[in-house]
């Protein structure tokens, strides 16, 4: 029931187009899925349970749930504990790219103390594998502020 249709989209002024990928949102640790029908003035709701339909599908599934912090402050400390669902477990996580210091748990948590000073963009990326070696990539951006 979700009222989207496939192509281009213009916003009410015609100024703006937007494609699928602006209209529709997922929000796994809500079961939330959110669209912005054609006619531009609400957004409707959609309680959907991703890894439910998985489990009930019984296909292997390897996702991250969860959105990294975009920014901290130089001279603090980022924290950040992964959410990754997967239908196989013993799940393996590893920093492939990210600033030296940066550091990931067994468990997923990822960490970093930010040096003072520091002030920039940083790329990071984190390879998990599941007990079934099914690989997946976690990339984001962390933005060290002054």
């Known amino acids: 029931d979700v009222a989207i249709r496939a192509g281009e989209y213009g916003d009410f002024h015609g100024r703006e187009i937007l494609t699928l990928a602006r209209r529709v949102y997922f929000l796994p640790n809500a079961n939330l899925l959110i669209t912005l029908p054609v006619s531009n003035k609400s957004l409707v709701l959609h309680y959907f349970d991703l890894e439910q339909k998985l489990r009930e599908s019984g296909v292997d599934f390897l996702y991250v749930a969860s959105r990294a912090p975009a ?5 603090g400390f980022y924290k950040y504990q992964l959410d990754v669902k997967s239908k196989n477990g013993n799940i393996n996580y590893e920093v492939v790219a990210g600033p030296p210091s940066m550091r990931v748990s067994k468990d997923g948590l990822l960490t970093w103390r930010i040096p003072r000073g520091s002030n920039e963009q ?9 007990g079934k070696n099914q690989q997946a990539t976690h990339t984001f951006t962390v933005t060290t502020l002054p």
């Open 71 to 75: 920014s901290v402050r130089s001279g």
């Open 122 to 130: 940083h790329e990071v990326i984190v390879s998990i594998t599941d």
